[in-house]
């Protein structure tokens, strides 16, 4: 059975109560829900991951590579434009990957429109809030060679 790892960088564990207006009034347990139903429906295993920490999130990708996960889809946040050691576990991992955001990144400031991730992953859903998440999940499903 295919597998699929969504990861969460920090803050996101406050998704419907921070900054509603960016980022949506869904809470993560609302998204995370939604996407285990696509992924049960699918037939594709579904874990999920959200940290405040860099380490955690790096140590999950090395465990994803051992335990055969077939694709990560990967929201990380603030680390997106400050992590070299996150950029470095998913080349070490060397499992395909999409980069999500909630917000418009580029439409952002400037610090925020540079990611040390989007040129080594598969693609990038930016600014469609918790429907990219989505978007991404069936994409990743279809890439491991299941209908989504």
Do not use: K
């Not at 347990?29 to 874990?47: P, R, S, T, Y």
């Not at 955690?56 to 946040?77: C, K, M, S, W, Y």
């Not at 999409?98 to 040390?116: D, K, T």
Request: aromatic share 6%; net charge negative; glycine share 10%.
């Amino acid at each position: 059975m295919p597998h699929l790892l969504v990861l969460h960088g920090p803050n996101l564990n406050r998704l419907g109560s921070r900054e509603p207006d960016r980022y949506g009034h869904q809470t993560l347990d609302q998204i995370n829900a939604h996407l285990a139903q696509i992924c049960e429906e699918a037939g594709v295993g579904f874990d999920v991951l959200q940290s405040n920490h860099e380490g955690v999130l790096i140590e999950r990708i090395h465990t994803a590579a051992d335990q055969g996960v077939g694709f990560i889809v990967i929201n990380p946040a603030a680390y997106t434009h400050t992590s070299i050691g996150l950029r470095d576990a998913l080349l070490a991992a060397a499992l395909p990957f999409l980069e999500v955001h909630l917000s418009n990144v580029h439409a952002r400031e400037a610090f925020r429109q540079h990611s040390y991730l989007s040129d080594i992953a598969e693609g990038v859903i930016s600014g469609l809030g918790a429907e990219g998440y989505e978007f991404a999940v069936r994409a990743a499903i279809r890439r491991m060679g299941g209908q989504a």
